[in-house]
């Protein structure tokens, strides 16, 4: 059932370039018809001269030994260059349906599959299937077009000797089909324990900063020597069995060519056979030799490409959980009011038993600034990512400007939502672009006034290079607050109607979050902001407060409101004041 599969499966992946791949195959038959064709016109020319013709007709046939050994040549090149096309041709496929899939993707994906084997997926097992589709392709259509082509013209010349010389195939075969479950099953160890090393590379490239602070070099070091020891040691032991194999395939095809040699000089010793036909039956072996011999290299591609099949597949079979309905609705970004409801909204994250958030009801008026504030595990970014459709939620529960979020487009719905986690993340380009990113092609001029909104921009121009600064991978040649007011210029700039800042102002002091919060309601009094925060000094400042604990909304109200009525708030406002006297 899984070969058949893997079967279909290429078929697809080559259907789309089937003319060139029909023109590689045509031209490796051609090829295959010349290579016995032209032991023909040997044998013919060796048993003229045994009958004393011309040397004219013996220099003809030279020529045309000559011209039909060059059209081989080019015939043959012809064929890699359309085979080995087909395969580069596929390579480019999938890497870009691998990454278009991927971008489909919801973040929960992303959070149980690591980015390491992600990429050796990508990267490693995508060339293996290449390999598969080019070299194994290429090298098993010769094979059988050798076997079909040479086998008859063999038989006819003299059957004995064909049979005596094939005698050893089956051996051969036997032991391709001994080996090939131990070369499938070893082959896919090596590419788990390669994306192990792929996993364990990123993670540490990515936290060099935490290893060092902690001094775990070592640590990391004897991690990483024992997963490149199991690298190794699967590595070894899939050449210890290619190496046992090949070799005796070689051997075995090798055989059959002395066969032929010792019977056939012995019968043209007694006479029974030309020296033409010893000819051609000695060259016609050495064809097969060649593509037998191949044929260790031909399963080890094989086998690799079977099992990265299967990897790849295991990426572009995921369903995004989160995606378009059929009859999804388009809502015009120029409509939007940013009104937010939640109605009785509930969400459990998979394998939880406590939901995240439970019967949560709210309603978010257009161009307010609320506040949700809470302690940590309350729900606060559960609801936050519920908003633009980050999780998979049920239908009926969340409404923008009335409608249904999970009927909105989703295009439509991330374009009028603009969301700031807290971990702000920037691309290894200019801070220009970066503040840029959801608009590409503003004005230096709105890239600036941004800039100003999220108190940034002093900053940035004290910067040697300004707005044309490097950030470094994930930014890191800034601070955390210089990130994270970057990345709420991006957000600013697209305009959109609702703003989402998921504790976003984490690292930067109360006074300059509370000056961004000004900022943000008298430079468009139309946005309606939704600021989760520890800082009440700064949520203090919101039109309404929303107060979250374990999952529900338990407080509504402003400050003054708030600070009146006994409960979380004012708990959180008095530890709050006692850390600003101890600060």
Not at 2 to 20: E, M, V
Not at 381 to 403: H, K
Not at 458 to 480: C, D, H, K, M
Not at 482 to 505: E, G, H, K, M, S
Request: charged share 15%.
């Amino acid at each position: 059932m899984k070969q058949s599969r893997r079967i279909a499966q290429l078929g697809a992946y080559l259907r789309p370039h089937w003319r060139d791949a029909t023109l590689g195959i045509l031209a490796l038959l051609s090829v295959n018809g010349l290579g016995v064709y032209i032991p023909w016109l040997i044998r013919a020319c060796v048993d003229q001269i045994a009958k004393n013709v011309s040397w004219n007709q013996i220099i003809r046939y030279v020529i045309v030994i000559i011209l039909l050994s060059s059209a081989m040549w080019l015939i043959r090149m012809a064929s890699r260059l359309w085979i080995f096309g087909v395969g580069r041709q596929v390579e480019f496929d999938l890497k870009q349906r691998i990454f278009e899939h991927l971008l489909k993707l919801e973040p929960a994906y992303f959070a149980t599959n690591t980015i390491g084997d992600l990429i050796s997926r990508a990267t490693s097992d995508v060339d293996n299937v290449r390999r598969l589709l080019g070299f194994a392709v290429l090298s098993f259509a010769n094979t059988i077009f050798a076997y079909t082509l040479t086998l008859p013209v063999m038989l006819a010349i003299n059957i004995n000797l064909t049979l005596a010389a094939l005698a050893v195939y089956p051996l051969m075969f036997f032991l391709v089909h001994l080996f090939s479950n131990r070369l499938r099953q070893q082959q896919a160890v090596v590419q788990e324990k390669l994306s192990d090393i792929s996993e364990l590379i990123q993670e540490d490239v990515s936290g060099m900063a935490l290893i060092k602070i902690y001094a775990q070099e070592e640590n990391e070091r004897r991690a990483f020597a024992h997963k490149n020891q199991q690298l190794l040691a699967a590595n070894l032991s899939l050449a210890k069995s290619r190496n046992t194999l090949f070799p005796l395939i070689s051997g075995l095809a090798g055989l059959s060519s002395l066969i032929i040699i010792w019977l056939g000089t012995t019968q043209i010793a007694a006479g029974t056979l030309a020296v033409g036909d010893f000819l051609a039956l000695l060259i016609y072996v050495e064809r097969l030799v060649f593509p037998t011999a191949l044929l260790g290299f031909t399963i080890t591609a094989y086998q690799r490409g079977e099992v990265s099949i299967d990897r790849l597949e295991a990426i572009l079979s995921v369903t995004p959980k989160i995606q378009d309905d059929t009859e999804a609705i388009h809502l015009p970004l120029a409509e939007v009011k940013g009104e937010l409801l939640g109605r009785n909204l509930s969400f459990t994250y998979p394998g939880a038993t406590t939901p995240a958030l439970d019967q949560v009801n709210f309603q978010i008026h257009p161009g307010e600034t609320v506040a949700i504030v809470g302690a940590i595990g309350s729900g606060k970014s559960t609801l936050a990512n519920a908003l633009p459709r980050l999780l998979e939620i049920a239908p009926g529960q969340l409404f923008l400007d009335g409608v249904d979020i999970t009927q909105i487009s989703l295009a439509d719905l991330r374009h009028a939502i603009a969301y700031v986690p807290q971990d702000s993340f920037l691309f290894s380009t200019t801070i220009k672009n970066n503040i840029r990113y959801g608009e590409p092609l503003s004005a230096q001029e709105d890239v600036e006034y941004v800039a100003q909104l999220s108190q940034i921009n002093q900053e940035i121009i004290n910067f040697p290079a300004q707005y044309e600064t490097i950030v470094g991978e994930r930014g890191i040649t800034l601070s955390g607050g210089q990130r994270q007011r970057t990345a709420l210029a991006r957000a600013i700039l697209v305009n959109a109607p609702v703003l989402i800042l998921d504790d976003a102002l984490s690292s930067v002091d109360n006074q300059t979050a509370t000056q961004i919060l000004n900022n943000l309601s008298q430079g468009n009094d139309s946005r309606t902001v939704i600021f989760i925060t520890h800082q009440l000094s700064a949520a203090a400042v919101a039109d309404r407060i929303l107060v979250m604990d374990k999952g529900r909304i338990v407080q509504v109200g402003n400050h003054s409101k708030l600070l009146q009525e006994p409960g979380i708030y004012r708990d959180l406002w008095s530890r709050h004041q006692v850390e600003e006297l101890l600060n």
